[in-house]
């Protein structure tokens, strides 16, 4: 299990109107849910903020590569995808002036 991350973090950010947005998405690992056949080790994460987002990380030991797949978009898929539960936050942005 060591080969595998503790957490996973997805996050996506704009500016709108001077005001910064942003959302993240925290996933956590289900430790029963850990397979290893043959060389290759796999386990479920679960979004913190809704039970519907889940991905699995697989690890090929003998190849020493990982795998990743998301269930409702690409794992590689830069921040956070359409629908996807998170924690929002907005931050006033100040103008600088020289």
Sequence with gaps: MSAFPLNILFMSR???NGVQISGSALYEPEFD???KDGDVSSMRYHNIYGTT????IAY???N???RGERFFAQLTMPGLAN???CKFSQEK?????R
């Design 33 to 35: 849910t850990y397979r």
């Design 14 to 16: 704009t500016i709108k």
């Design 60 to 62: 090929d030991e003998k």
């Design 93 to 97: 942005q100040e103008a600088y002036r």
């Design 64 to 66: 020493k590569r990982y």
């Design 83 to 85: 629908g996807e539960r």
């Design 53 to 56: 987002s889940h991905l699995v």
